[in-house]
RNA sequence: UCCCCAGUAGCUCAGUUGGUUAGAGCGGGUGACUGUUAAUCACUAGGUCGGCAGUUCGAGUCUGUCCUGGGGAGCCA
């Protein structure tokens, strides 16, 4: 036997947003937050489904029949449907509430004493080990409404500005693309690798016939695509085997990646401002409530930084100005500024946050820090990538103009002692019909923490994985 | 991977220069009270003080080591 449908219920952001008329008798279906009994014969409870951050009071009068057997007993965490009346509330802090009819116990908290959720702050660290659990509190809650915003205006930008999203393989035999460690995938027996005459691993025997790894980026994939489509983009899993232990990585992440036809480093950069204005417009726009509960609760200032963030346009320097802005700072740093060397945190954080005091983008590296795909300048020492810095939590977004250009190419590839003959389909898309082109990465999770002022990269993805650590 | 910090009740924490029976708030249970808002009040249950080894008459407290977590750095998105 099937139970009765439930598709008459409605969701606690309908009743709560007007869509429903007063007075309506409706159902609901969620999960318990918090209950509280008054001897004048009633209970409040507050009921939460994930449907918008605020929960919906339900009041219980003690003449309903499982009262003293049923609702007396409600804990946090348990799962009811509820039939009932939608009426303005009488109390303060909410506009309406359900005037219950009945109430079906779906499901108990077996054991109230070791809930783990309650009605309470809990320490990041420990929702962490219940990560199972933990999108019921009001912070995950908040985090994965705006992650689904963000997930959605991000293909929305560019569905809108003729992007096609273009699904690159998780799966990559390219083992040298520079961009770190990977994970491999292998259906090899691990207690019986089978070798070759020289005495190494004969991966000729695994499954796709030769070494496979999870991939690192989507760019060189999409790069083909975006020689045929002009706009295109990427928006997948990401898989990065380092040993980083921070606040701002994760061995399994999301990253966006579009690429364009017949641009250059300009056109990006003007791109990737243009892109996360919109993303961060779309957020406060679609998830008011959310903002204004890290606003209020995580990070003050999670509300007008975005808005600070969209007015203003972009700092734009050279990396050589940009040097010669950290050497004239009279600053005292740990690590070494001079022409050649990367930007170190601190450097990042000067020029953002007491430099500039909002984004920057940084252009034009030297070539000898930068990856063997980036468009040598005329200069013969820089090459056209760019950083977009944000106050925070540093590098946002990487990107770069690609080299177009066959020969210089391939000595940039011998240069960086790349096997061409791994990429020799990368350099068919020099051979033919080669143009400018130019894409960056934008690492999704970090583009979640700025949105909702979280700080650590964990708390914005549902299940993290980071070394050591695969639970769930 | 390197440096630093932490680990005490289901959760968040206190615990003095080493000294009797380790405390509080929240959460749970019981009761009182109330159109309540993380309600309030009273009572109550709940702990091998991260593991192992050591110093000491005596260790939550000191030492070593391991584990776990956090912060920072490197690497990067």
């Known amino acids: 036997m099937t139970k009765p449908s439930n598709n008459s219920c409605v969701s606690i952001k309908q009743a709560l947003t007007g869509e429903i008329a007063a007075d309506s008798n409706i159902c609901l279906q969620g999960w318990v937050r918090t209950r509280r009994d008054s001897k004048a014969g009633f209970s409040f409870i507050n009921l939460h489904d994930g449907s918008c951050f605020a929960p919906i009071q339900l009041v219980a009068d003690k003449d309903l029949p499982n009262y003293d057997s049923e609702i007396l007993k409600l804990t946090t965490g348990c799962s009811l449907r509820c039939q009932g009346k939608l009426v303005e509330s009488r ?178 950069a003007n791109l990737a401002e243009d892109f996360l204005k919109s993303v961060f417009r779309s957020v406060l726009d679609r998830c008011p409530d959310d903002m204004a509960f890290f606003a209020e609760r995580v990070e003050p200032e999670a509300i007008t930084r975005l808005e600070t963030f969209i007015e203003q346009p972009f700092a734009r320097v050279e990396y050589s100005e940009a040097i010669e802005i950290l050497q004239n700072s009279g600053k005292k740093f740990q690590f070494p500024v001079n022409w050649g060397l990367d930007l170190q945190t601190e450097h990042e954080r000067f020029l953002t946050e007491e430099h500039f005091k909002g984004p920057v983008v940084v252009m034009n590296y030297p070539d000898e820090i930068k990856a063997f795909y980036m468009r040598q300048n005329d200069d013969g020492k820089t090459v056209a990538a760019m950083d977009v810095l944000a106050p925070g939590i540093g590098e946002i977004i990487g990107g770069s103009q690609r080299e177009e250009r066959l020969d210089i190419l391939q000595q940039r590839m011998a240069h960086h002692g790349i096997d061409k003959t791994e990429y020799d389909w990368y350099l068919d898309l020099r051979r033919y019909g080669t143009v400018p082109h130019a894409g960056f990465g934008l690492g999704f999770e970090r583009l979640i923490l700025y949105i909702t002022g979280l700080s650590n990269i964990r708390d914005v993805i549902p299940y993290p994985r980071t070394p050591g650590r695969a639970d769930f």
């Open 91 to 268: 109390g303060r802090g909410q506009n309406f509430e359900i005037q219950v009819e009945s109430i079906e116990v779906l499901g108990w908290v077996e054991d109230p004493d070791t809930y783990p959720i309650q009605p309470k702050k809990h320490s990041y660290e420990f929702l962490r080990e219940v990560a199972h659990l933990r999108p019921r509190t009001n912070t995950f809650g908040a985090m994965t409404r705006v992650r689904h915003a963000a997930s959605l205006a991000v293909h929305e930008y560019f569905s809108q500005h003729g992007f096609n999203w273009i699904h690159t393989p998780i799966v990559t035999a390219s083992d040298a693309e520079g961009a770190g460690q990977m994970f491999r995938v292998s259906t090899l027996d691990q207690m019986n690798l089978p070798k070759n005459d020289k005495g190494n691993i004969d991966y000729n025997q695994d499954f796709f016939g030769r070494e496979t790894f999870l991939t690192v980026s989507g760019q060189l994939n999409v790069e083909a695509y975006c020689m045929a489509m002009s706009k295109v983009y990427t928006f997948g899993p990401t898989f990065r085997a380092e040993n980083s232990n921070t606040s701002r990585h994760l061995a399994e992440f999301w990253m966006v990646e579009p690429e364009i036809a017949f641009g250059d480093l300009n056109d990006l």
